[in-house]
């Protein structure tokens, strides 16, 4: 028997970048808020000297522990599906306080106009023709004009450094800080793609080009360029995290509570309105319900899915009858396809990759959305280019040229010579929802609670192999350009598949956004169509996958969904949005 606690204005499941800013936002309000956390706390203090490859790279600290909780996986709708057990082909989910935004590398865009009406906008250009039959393309129910203004808060909250894109609309202001240092590495990969005639800028990054306070009070330290971000807490405390910003504000007010070790089980709810949350205390494995006004949902893509369909809240999507929502348009920057990337190696020494940080690098738009022509081509959207100077760490980056064996003498001799003399050309591409590709409840395997699993049904298409393999012929050409004397391709065949074990680090979809209740979850503000008290914040929302690190797109929303929060509480309830007169 659960305990039932005192109620409070607001409950938010997860500590992420969507759950720390609801958390700072309405607490900075007055609201009474408890965010849940399943897993344990942090500070910045943790990290100090934590520079250790072996236990962060390799055995994965502050991922999510696939061995206690996970998910299952099949290409199929007529497959049994295979529980997911490997961290190291990229699925990242994070755990512990602050989620992902902790281990993040700080990589930063903001996402393309057409991206938010994609749907409407393509049909425009090209006619509905061009649209594969199966792909569930479809507008998100908000432009960009609406919500840049958010794009500039959350930029302004963790503190970007960079400069305006000369190929995106102009920013309502500049970023809040100058752009990092310039590598060689950088130099070069602009001087080349200039020469190409393409449109380079310096990526912009939340690793601190210098020290900062942002708008709440917060600091953020310079970057030191120490070269460990992905996969690491900064103990510099350089890097804009939610540890560092958000959830630093929101723990300065009184009312505000932070719990960890609480995982939340489902979503309490009576007469079409949720009344709280039950959790478990992972340490004691007592069970408790927690009353509240306003219910945040703002886990990972996976938690927010699962826990709508445990819950019972929301219709399942149904493939098949192509009808329901909560499950639909899984989408992700696969680590086995859109992550590979072109290598180059250079028999003249040209530069030194020791040092580097998370989002320290140059990248281009020239072959996004917006700028291709998709009557000359075989796939829809667009991807990215840039070369990054993440820092060469021994155990993880250690690269020799194609044909070289992987352990012996010679691997030795030439991972030595080629230390300072490789770096890879990054293609990142937008990733579009498809009818079969989907969550549900899996109908055999369970977690330790008795709870069914989360099942993950996904395919690749030609269209996702064929934009992998233009995308690798551009940066093929920039590494030719750029004097390399080895050039490595990844072999992206017609079998090649989504893999069991390759999940991905940006996984979006499941509880989408959009201005119809039949064909999506949530509306612009991130509440649901059919529980006006219950708001699902992060990627869960996103219709598909841009091209583009979705971080910067999560904060804005969130903070969009915050202030339609505080406006309901204030309103005595309500929908934010009347689908009959969008």
Not at 1 to 10: F, S
Not at 164 to 185: C, G, H, I, V, Y
Not at 202 to 221: F, R, V
Request: net charge negative.
């Amino acid at each position: 028997m659960a305990e039932k606690l005192d109620k409070v204005d607001v409950v938010i499941v997860g500590s992420g970048w969507a759950g720390g800013t609801a958390a700072a936002e309405l607490s900075k309000k007055g609201y009474e808020v408890v965010c849940l956390e399943r897993g344990k706390d942090h500070s910045t203090e943790d990290f100090i000297g934590a520079k250790d490859e072996l236990k962060y790279s390799r055995r994965i600290e502050m991922f999510q522990d696939l061995s206690k909780e996970t998910l299952t996986i099949r290409n199929d709708i007529d497959e049994v599906a295979t529980p997911h057990r490997s961290n190291e082909t990229n699925s990242i989910n994070g755990t512990d306080t602050g989620g992902s935004g902790v281990h993040w590398n700080g990589q930063i865009y903001r996402w393309l106009p057409t991206d938010f009406e994609l749907r409407s906008k393509t049909i425009e250009k090209y006619g509905e023709d061009i649209i594969p039959e199966d792909m569930t393309m479809q507008d998100w129910g908000i432009t960009y004009d609406e919500i840049e203004p958010y794009y500039d808060k959350f930029e302004e909250t963790i503190g970007v450094s960079g400069e305006q894109d000369p190929l995106r609309p102009e920013m309502s202001r500049p970023f809040p800080n100058p752009p990092m240092k310039e590598t060689a590495t950088m130099a070069l990969f602009k001087e080349a793609t200039e020469a190409m005639g393409y449109h380079p800028y310096h990526m912009a990054s939340a690793n601190m080009s210098e020290k900062y306070e942002n708008p709440d009070g917060e600091t953020i330290n310079a970057c030191m360029y120490c070269a460990f971000c992905e996969q690491y807490g900064c103990d510099f405390g350089a890097k804009a995290d939610p540890i560092v910003t958000v959830l630093s504000t929101a723990r300065r007010h009184d009312n505000f509570e932070l719990r960890n070790n609480s995982y939340v089980v489902r979503i309490l709810h009576e007469d079409g309105r949720a009344t709280g949350v039950r959790y478990v205390d992972t340490q004691t494995g007592e069970e408790y319900d927690q009353p509240a006004d306003l219910v945040v949902v703002g886990g990972f893509t996976f938690t927010n899915t699962r826990l709508l369909l445990l819950s019972e809240i929301g219709k399942p999507y149904d493939p098949e009858a192509n009808t329901g929502v909560v499950g639909k348009n899984i989408t992700t920057h696969a680590a086995n396809l859109t992550h590979l990337r072109v290598r180059g190696f250079f028999d003249e020494e040209k530069f030194n990759r020791y040092a580097g940080a998370g989002a320290l690098g140059a990248t281009m738009d020239d072959f996004n959305l917006e700028q291709l022509d998709h009557t000359e081509l075989d796939f829809l959207h667009g991807f990215l280019i840039r070369s990054t100077q993440l820092g060469s760490r021994p155990i993880t980056h250690n690269h020799v040229p194609e044909g070289v064996p992987t352990w012996g003498q010679e691997f030795k001799e030439k991972s030595l010579f080629y230390t300072h003399r490789n770096l890879d050309i990054q293609q990142q591409n937008g990733v579009l929802g498809w009818r079969y590709n989907y969550m549900d409840l899996d109908p055999t395997y369970k977690d330790v609670f008795g709870d069914p699993l989360l099942r993950v049904t996904y395919k690749f298409h030609d269209q996702d192999r064929n934009i992998v393999r233009y995308a690798h012929q551009k940066s093929k050409e920039i590494l030719e350009e750029m004097g390399a004397d080895h050039i490595t391709v990844p072999e992206i065949t017609d079998e090649t598949e989504f893999g069991h074990n390759s999940l991905g680090d940006h996984t979006a979809g499941g509880v989408i956004m959009g201005d119809d209740p039949e064909t999506s979850a949530v509306n612009n503000y991130s509440q649901m169509w059919d529980m006006e008290n219950v708001f699902v914040l992060g990627a869960s929302s996103f219709p598909h996958n841009s091209s583009s690190n979705p971080t910067n797109t999560v904060g804005a929303l969130a903070y969009r969904a915050t202030e339609g929060m505080i406006e309901y509480l204030e309103n005595d309830g309500g929908l934010l949005v009347d689908p009959s007169k969008e």
